[in-house]
């Protein structure tokens, strides 16, 4: 049976860029969008991967195009995609409640990542920290250790986790199919979806520098 049958149609491997969403698409298909999903959300070491634009993309080469070859399943990216981040999220706070002392110890990088998702958890809870930090790149890597390192018990995690990866990727995934269905899938997808996660990034910092300045007054 051909890889392609598998994995949603993937065209042949080329030279494979990691950061970039459309060479992974094209490289490995449906498989590759949730392995990736997977790595990005659970292995400390994904937080580089493209999550955002690997689920836009997604999105569009799901949609019925004239101007590519490549399509991935829809159904299949809205059942596999919450899956896969969900798993992966839920890895990232195991690690974080077994392996906490030795991640968290001083002078650590990822002790350098804890002290700025610390101001996240101070104003909106874990919950809520959880939740908005799938949107923000880098941090949805790092907030689940975090609160698995604070405690944050893995039946409230869960819940969370699944709200915030099934919001997350559909969200994306829909936005851009449709982005890609009603215009230029390579010239309009990313900018739309760049400007929501730079919107959500952007309005997440002015409310904990609004916080630090009511603590500060």
Not at 145 to 152: D, E, F, H, S, T
Not at 183 to 201: A, C, K
């Amino acid at each position: 049976m051909a890889l392609g049958s598998l994995t949603g149609g993937p065209q042949p491997i080329a030279a494979l860029n990691v950061l970039d969403a459309k060479s992974l698409i094209t490289s490995f298909g449906l498989a590759g969008v949730l392995v990736i999903l997977f790595a990005e959300t659970g292995l400390l070491i994904g937080f580089f991967l493209p999550g955002d634009t690997l689920l836009a993309l997604a999105g569009a080469f799901a949609g019925p195009h004239k101007t590519t070859d490549i399509h991935l399943p829809l159904t299949a990216l809205l059942i596999g995609c919450p899956i896969a981040a969900i798993l992966g999220a839920q890895l990232g706070h195991l690690i974080g409640v077994r392996g906490g002392t030795v991640l968290a110890k001083p002078g650590s990088s990822f002790e350098h990542s804890m002290h700025r998702i610390e101001p996240l958890l101070e104003r909106f809870g874990e919950g809520w920290a959880v939740f908005l930090c799938r949107f923000i790149p880098v941090l949805r890597t790092f907030i689940n250790p975090v609160v698995g390192i604070l405690g944050m018990r893995t039946r409230v995690f869960a819940v969370w986790n699944v709200l915030g990866g099934v919001v997350w990727t559909v969200t994306i995934l829909l936005l851009g199919r449709f982005v890609g269905e009603k215009l230029h899938i390579d010239r309009y997808v990313l900018p739309v979806v760049g400007f929501v996660v730079i919107v959500t990034v952007v309005s997440v910092l002015f409310e904990v520098r609004r916080n630090k300045r009511r603590r500060a007054a």
